[in-house]
């Protein structure tokens, strides 16, 4: 009879510990109101206007999908492009506002010679004077550099960098705007560039 105690006892114990453990280890912050799971993000839009037109075009990248939308873009025009992240009908892109200081857009232009500016307004400068990424300024040169590979913008939403910097590299055939050191990625969005 004390070794059925003992056993049940001990088995109560594992199994205390191991929903402890599975209930703190699921949230990846302390900071409640950055609770953005990359797996809560379903869509990645961006709004492109042509400062020429002023009509705006959405391009939307389904999270997972297996293809990527064309963004079609001219030579020698310039755009302001707007960043906006659902979670299903829900705008999640408030949330990020939110916690600005948590996170930090990265633009990788594979193949194409764009010149991007940062213009974030208040609402989306981190506390280090950063702007997130949210909204900014493209002045297209060149779309498609080589015709025979692909062009595209690479776009990674960073959760808890431990620096960031909005400047640009040069990257094979194309240009990175903003670089990071640590965190982890939110979310990724692939859009093809043409033109």
């Known amino acids: 009879m004390k070794n059925i105690f003992k056993n049940t006892t001990f088995i109560l114990g594992l199994l ?36 020429a037109t002023g009509v705006p075009a959405v391009y939307d990248y389904q999270v997972n999908s297996t293809t990527n939308p064309n963004v079609k873009l001219i030579n020698g025009h310039t755009y302001n492009v707007e960043v906006i ?11 990020i506002k939110d916690a600005k200081d948590e996170h930090f857009l990265v633009y990788n232009f594979p193949n194409s010679d764009i010149t991007l500016t940062r213009t974030d307004d208040a609402s989306s400068t981190r506390g280090d004077g950063k702007r997130v ?36 590299a040069v990257s094979g055939n194309g240009v990175i705007y903003g670089t990071h050191t640590g965190g982890e990625t939110d979310a990724q969005a692939n859009y093809n560039i043409i033109n």
């Open 16 to 51: 205390f510990l191991t929903v402890s453990f599975s209930l703190t280890s699921c949230n990846r912050s302390d900071d409640e109101a950055d609770d953005l799971p990359q797996e809560e993000l379903s869509d990645v839009l961006l709004r492109v206007t042509d400062e």
């Open 85 to 95: 992240f659902k979670n299903g009908n829900e705008d999640a892109t408030q949330e």
């Open 133 to 168: 990424g949210l909204k900014t300024k493209w002045v297209v040169n060149t779309a498609v550099k080589n015709a025979s590979a692909a062009s595209q913008l690479v776009l990674t939403l960073f959760h808890e960098p431990v620096t960031v910097s909005e400047a640009s």
